[in-house]
């Protein structure tokens, strides 16, 4: 917040309490009216065309003031003539019921508290010097007889003469007043302490939310340009990667002369690192094309299951040489359609049944389903691996992340084709999950949203397509 918005609270706040001012003259008119109605009708002679006039005066007195306290700015200055004007009413009002026996004594205390706690630190004692001057004031104008004593209440006439009483009811509303400027003011201070704390402490956090935006955006450049780099990087490794490959394939298929059985072990490792790096390349272009928003999806609607049998088909002969069985059980199964963009997902699934037989030792087997649930279809892949340790599972989907069980088996990876992964199922609407208990085996399970059931023309070619697999 500026210091400049802060004044416009103050001056709001100013405004508002000035305002209750307006309402609290409005409950004494009220209460002065009523209480005088009331008075007179059980036998009190108040001196009714004096109260009318201290009335009147209070109406104008709002009038003015409410107009006033609707200004832009209100000088501080009118805020104090109304403790004074206030004072003037209170005790014309006092005055026309009975002077120091009046029952509406304890109006000065309203005023007080009243404006105090409504108004700024000076009030207080400023209308306890107002008020105790007016009050001892009229009651010495009135015991001089320059002011008419008005009683009215016949019960005791002379009560104002009485020293005793005077004595006593005079210390007391001064006390009284006195008590409460100090207890007031106290609690007004101490709220308006708090107040400047809490818009001090409201500064301080603007400032430090506008220093957080900053440094976050710096952050978000720099991530900007790490997936640029990377990206630009990876383009430029791919080229010569291909070259290698393919110049490495040449020499092993003897495209180049005969080589010796250890000069093809050499050149066959030198090619299996290659693919490594190349797949890791890919990797990389595919997450800096995720972060870019470049990574563009086409959607139709079609069934899943010719792709996972296309897919468990291609990968079963990878699995092989590993011994390790991939089977998929509802081959034949129909699910409703779904909306894929085959070539992404296919990527998605790929990196999981590719998982599955990388953390799965020799003999081990993984069973690929896919079924309907509740609208939606889901497929699975469970295997009899290694598992993920159940302190990291929170990192799984996460960029990098690779299990320290895996690390130790020295198995390759990169830690990117999860994150690759859920990004894919995300796009298809979709959630990705897992169970994994480590050295027992691990589920991925990805849910896509069906669109309809399968439709009969799809039927027959799917029917086709499952016989020839
Ligand atoms: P990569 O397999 O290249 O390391 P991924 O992002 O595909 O990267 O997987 C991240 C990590 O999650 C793996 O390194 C491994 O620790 C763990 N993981 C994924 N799938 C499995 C699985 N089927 N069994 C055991 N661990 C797994």
Known sequence: MRAEDLLTLEREERRKRLQWSVVIRYLVITIVTLLSWVGSQFGASFFLPGILFAVAMALGVNLAFSYLYSLKNIHLGWAYAGVLVDMLIITTIVHFTGGITSVFLPLYLLQIVGTNVHFSKLAGPLNFLVGTISFVGLYLLERQGWLLHYTPFDVAPDLHTNVAYVAATGITLVTLMA??????????????????????????????????????????????????????????????LSGIKWALKMLMDHDAGPITENQ??????????????????NDLLDVSRIEEGRFTYVFREQELTPLVVEL?????????????????????????????????????????IDNAVKYTPATGTVIIRTYEDRGSVVTS?????????????????????????????????????????????????????????????????????????????????????????
């Open 264 to 281: 093809a072990d050499l050149l066959k490792k030198s090619y299996q690192s290659n693919e490594r790096m190349i797949a890791l390349i």
């Open 179 to 240: 008590v409460s400027t100090y207890r007031s003011g106290y609690v007004v201070r101490s709220l308006q302490k708090l107040e400047t704390e809490l818009a001090k402490a409201n500064e301080d956090l603007v400032k430090a939310n506008r220093a957080y935006q900053l440094s976050n955006q710096r952050l978000k450049d720099l991530d900007r340009m790490k997936t640029e780099f990377i990206s630009v990087a990876s383009h430029q490794l791919r080229t010569p």
């Open 381 to 469: 892949i469970q295997d009899t691996g290694v598992g993920i340790p159940a302190e990291q599972q929170n990192h799984v989907f996460t960029k990098f992340f690779r299990g320290d069980n895996v690390m130790r088996m020295q198995t390759e990876g990169t830690g990117l084709g999860l994150f690759i992964a859920r990004s894919v199922v995300q796009q298809h609407k979709g959630r990705i999950w897992f169970e994994s208990h480590e050295g027992r085996g691990t589920t991925f399970y990805i849910l896509l949203p069906a669109t309809r059931p399968a439709v009969a023309d799809q039927q027959d070619h799917f029917t086709h397509f499952v016989q020839s697999y």
């Open 312 to 352: 468990v088909d291609e990968m079963r002969h990878l699995a092989q040489p590993k011994q390790v069985s991939i089977v998929y059980e509802d081959a034949a199964k129909h699910l409703p359609l779904v909306n894929l963009d085959a070539q992404k997902f296919r990527l998605a699934l790929q990196n999981l």
